[in-house]
């Protein structure tokens, strides 16, 4: 069967050679307009008066326009409609964008864009959690609340208990290919948009409410991305709508790309956390009652933040059982960029808080921390009890018990610990840190209507193959996984198969390529279309033939029916002068789902995906540098749709996880400015960057739900494995002396220095 | 904004005459211009990589230098060393072991790539690591870079000695 084959990705022979399409290539017409946005130099306050004068008369450039100057208020946001495209005059962080600027090239919009003057009414910025807690500044009317039971008598009756919290930073998504966006206006007032985007649907949507026009006034086309990773979700809708309404005052096709600056400045990033928490265990450190209270910078408007937020709460437990548990969430809104979906959506911040609970409670005891991650994992699926999550959900295949044991095998983890011990005996200077974690991650959007995909399949006389489907491709692999369903449901080579772009126009209403469900529900819409077509060409050649539709078989590029043995071109063919359809649509809808989120109740995930890492570092104690030694990954990708692009995400997942939470660091000056809006100053890794000795291995077990050909989703859960480098690094720390250690993520090294000193003091 | 001038570059083997700004940045001339848009433009201050050309044998970003200092030079781009018919051992490589996601940064990654083996035609993993550590990528974790790279590697040396 073609689909669980190691194919290449299906665009891999262009991207070699240079001809793979971006926004940015594609040829435009003579007479296409760029444009540039002029932001905003404060993070809080309204314009007193604003003199663009300088930026009209600049060379090149057609048009200038403000907010009063465009159809509506062009609403960019996905939720709440907080984000007007241009300032009505308020401001509410330092790169909002105030006025857009149309030009003959890029170049020119970028530099008239500097040129404004603005007078503004600076009032004090909101931009620490802190700020935004003294002023009650936040999104809800107050902290979303999650409880099982009552944790607080629980941790007191314990036989120990511990508090503390964690900074966890944000991260910039840094997809290679910025923002970008063009747009054609069409006969009839209706617009052809080309967007980086992974969400054609809601793109559609947004420019026709920002023109006034039905969504089918408007088609929306992606090819590709240059990366996504959850900067693409919305982040692309200013782009499209800006060229939109520039389109229609002109008349001119328009483009716009951010600079990478301006794409820093403007953009959301990760959301920010700090995490505190008390908890009471016992002498093995098995959790008897937990408390979080989760507080995330939102920024300055809402959009995707409370479903970030809530799925930080989701994954507060990660692969434990917490018999009783309280979680309190706090949705900030700050003078700063509006925080959005990044890969993993608020669960590896999540993650990241129950883990430094376990790291502390074994520093405590004077336990491996592995011993007392164990000690609280969720039950096997043969044994009773312990499989509840906080919501409610129960962990009907909780495989991390098996994959721990394997990872362990494998990476030597218990001769490695104690090589470690004895080496840092010996070693005053550089010490080595291991530690070995575990990733359970929900899979399904957790607004359950967006659990749905179509697709639409043609059939071509000649045998030959075009697939359409809802989702987009940013790299992942998601439109060759899903031509390998198809290849596989008609029994045909993959060459038969073109995936095109995605086009609003072809399969409708669509949800984002995101929550890492794109070969789940789309490679299931994809199958339910072949199979419709399957199955009216087997009706007709067990009419011609004889036997009957189900006898007839597909495979090998032959359909057999009968005593007919026919290429698939010509039943194909014979199909086709039988006046047989071969075109279909497919839908999907993922089953079983039921969720409620504000008591945070129900069954919001289909299914889990599991992983474990195993990482070493090394740390040098006088400067707080490090080195990632070697890392042990081993993730379940269920049976895998193509073991060679599940393998990629796991080691790409693992290398940008062990980024955010080691070099990446975004800063934020006391006025609000990010002092990090550019390569220069955001560090993202390199090739000298990942371990010298890299082992990945798939958990090739086929899940027990009933997913296309029961493979798992694989987009965001590797990312998590990069918590085991932020673990490991706790542990070099540990070595340096008696004190608790405390270290903040991104773990630079001067945090680790810092962490270091505090260490060997004993604090 | 300053006056035009003449330049003649060679560009995957064809001569290119045109009027433009001296500061006009080579990464427009070729985009824009000439209409070569395989090697990109990701961060356009150098950090990325996404842009890199070779020039007169050496490996550029061609986000980073003017038109005038190009003038009179041979550049190479991923569509001079071949194309989807005629791949280069680098390219099939990247193709085969799966050294590319998105692929925004492969083009910049190939052309790098080609001037990295021909200074250490058989390098060890830590000097691709090192060699390459210019070019950015996001998607990959490295990993299938460094292992395409290998094995185009090996493939040029065995091919360079059935030759001899």
Redesign the interface.
């Known amino acids: 069967m073609t689909h669980a084959k190691?194919l290449?990705?299906d665009?891999?022979?262009?991207?070699?050679?240079?001809?793979?399409?971006?926004i940015?290539?594609i040829?435009t017409p003579r007479g296409t307009l760029h444009l540039a946005f002029g932001l905003s130099a404060i993070a809080s306050g309204r314009i007193l008066a604003i003199d663009l004068s300088m930026v009209r008369a600049a060379?090149g450039v057609v048009a200038v326009l403000q907010a009063e100057d465009l159809p509506s208020a062009c609403d960019c946001s996905p939720s709440a409609h907080d984000e007007p495209l241009l300032s009505d005059g308020t401001l509410h962080y330092i790169g909002q964008p105030i006025f857009l600027v149309v030009a003959r090239s890029h170049?020119a919009a970028r530099k008239a864009a500097q040129l404004a003057d603005i007078a503004y009414d600076k009032t004090s910025p909101i931009l620490t959690i802190a700020d935004a807690l003294a002023a009650n500044s936040r999104f809800e009317d107050g902290p979303r609340i999650w409880e099982r039971g009552d944790p607080f008598p629980a941790i007191s009756d314990a036989r120990h208990q511990l508090d503390g919290s964690i900074d966890i930073g944000g991260q910039e998504?840094?997809?290679?290919?910025?923002q970008a966006a063009l747009v054609f206006p069409q006969e009839n007032a209706d617009m052809v948009v080309h967007s980086s985007t992974q969400h054609p649907t809601e793109i559609q949507h947004k420019v026709a409410h920002a023109l006034h026009l039905p969504m089918h006034a408007v088609r929306v086309e992606t090819r590709?991305?240059?990366?996504?990773?959850g900067g693409k979700e919305s982040q692309g809708n200013a782009l499209a709508i800006a060229c939109a309404v520039a389109a229609q005052a002109t008349g001119q096709p328009c483009k716009m790309?951010y600079?990478?600056d301006d794409d820093f400045m403007i953009t959301g990033k990760r959301h920010d956390f700090r995490i505190s928490y008390q908890v009471g265990f016992d002498d093995q450190g098995q959790i008897a009652g937990l408390s979080f209270r989760q507080y995330a910078r939102c920024g300055w408007a809402q959009d995707l933040s409370l479903p970030v937020c809530d799925r930080a709460m989701l994954h507060a437990d990660n692969a434990y059982y917490l018999p009783t548990i309280r979680i309190e969430s706090h949705r900030l809104r700050t003078n700063t960029q509006s925080a959005t979906a990044f890969r993993g959506f608020g669960g590896p911040q999540g993650m990241v808080g129950i883990e430094a609970v376990m790291d502390q409670i074994a520093a405590y005891l004077g336990l491996d921390p592995l011993d007392v991650r164990r000690k609280n994992y969720y039950n096997a699926p043969s044994k009773k009890g312990r499989r509840r999550t906080p919501y409610g959900q129960i962990v009907r295949d909780f495989a991390l018990h098996e994959m721990t044991d394997r990872l362990m095998d494998t990476s030597h983890y218990m001769e490695r610990r104690n090589a470690i011990y004895q080496w840092n005996a010996k070693n005053p200077v550089l010490k080595r840190g291991l530690a070995l974690t575990p990733v359970k991650f929900g899979i399904s959007f957790t607004l359950t209507h967006l659990n749905q995909a179509g697709a639409l399949v043609h059939v071509y006389q000649d045998g030959s193959i075009s697939l359409n489907h809802g989702g987009t491709e940013?790299?992942?692999?998601l439109f060759q996984k899903v031509a390998q369903i198809a290849a596989s449901r008609f029994g045909v080579g993959i060459d038969l198969v073109r995936i095109t772009a995605t086009d609003t126009s072809k399969v409708p209403n669509t949800s984002a390529t995101a929550a890492s469900s794109g070969s789940d529900l789309n490679g299931m819409a994809v199958a339910a279309a072949c199979d419709t077509i399957r199955s009216r060409i087997a009706a007709h050649l067990a009419g011609k033939y004889g036997g009957t539709p189900r006898g007839v078989i597909f495979a090998d590029g032959r359909v057999i029916a009968a005593d007919a043995n026919l290429s698939f071109a010509e039943a194909a063919q014979s199909a086709y002068e039988a006046r047989v359809s071969l075109s279909s649509t497919g839908f999907y809808k993922t089953p079983k789902l039921k969720w409620d989120r504000l008591r945070g109740a129900g069954r919001p995930f289909f299914y889990y995906a599991y992983g474990a890492a195993c990482s070493e570092v090394v740390i040098d104690t006088l400067t707080g540098e490090y080195r990632i030694l070697r890392a042990d990954l081993l993730h379940d990708a269920g049976a895998s749709l193509n073991p060679?692009?599940d393998?990629?995400q796991v080691?790409?997942?693992?290398?940008?996880g062990a980024g955010w939470l080691t070099m990446e660091e975004l800063v934020w000056d006391n006025k609000g400015r990010l002092q990090t809006h550019?390569?220069?100053t955001y560090k993202?890794?390199?090739?000298?960057d990942?371990p010298?000795v890299?082992n990945?291995d798939l958990w090739d077990a086929p899940n027990p739900e009933a997913t296309i050909y029961r493979s798992k989703a694989v987009g965001e859960p590797p990312f998590m494995l990069g918590i085991s480098v932020w673990s490991a690094l706790q542990q070099a720390v540990a070595a340096t002396g008696t004190g608790q250690v405390h270290l903040n993520a991104p773990a630079t090294p001067e945090r680790v220095l810092a962490a270091v000193e505090r260490v060997r003091d004993g604090n | 904004m300053s006056k035009k001038q003449h330049y003649a570059i060679t560009v995957n083997g064809k001569e290119e005459e045109f009027l433009a700004e001296p500061r006009e940045l080579l990464i427009y001339t070729l985009r824009e211009r000439l209409n070569i848009t395989g090697p990109h433009i990701g961060c356009e201050t150098s950090h990325c990589g996404a842009c890199t050309v070779t020039i007169d044998g050496k490996s550029v970003k061609a986000c980073t230098m003017f038109v005038a200092q190009a003038n009179g030079k041979d550049i190479t781009t991923i569509e001079g060393i071949g194309g989807p018919d005629n791949l280069h051992p680098l390219q099939n490589a990247f193709k085969e072991h799966h050294g590319l996601q998105c692929g925004y940064c492969t083009p910049g990654m190939i052309i790098r790539a080609t001037k990295l083996l021909e200074e250490i035609p058989n390098p060890t993993e830590e000097e691709i690591r090192f060699g390459m550590s210019g070019n950015i990528c996001r998607c990959t974790g490295y990993q299938n870079i460094v292992k395409s790279i290998q094995a185009a590697a090996a493939e040029m040396n065995a091919a360079k000695e059935a030759a001899e």
Request: proline share 10%; net charge negative.
């Open positions: 190691p290449p990705h665009a891999a022979r262009l991207h070699v050679t240079g001809a793979a399409r971006y940015d290539d040829p060379e170049l998504h840094f997809y290679l290919e910025g590709r991305m240059g990366g996504g990773f790309r600079d990478r940013m790299g992942q692999g060679a692009l393998i990629g080691e790409g997942g693992f290398v940008q550019a390569p220069a993202i890794p390199a090739t000298g990942t010298p890299f990945v």
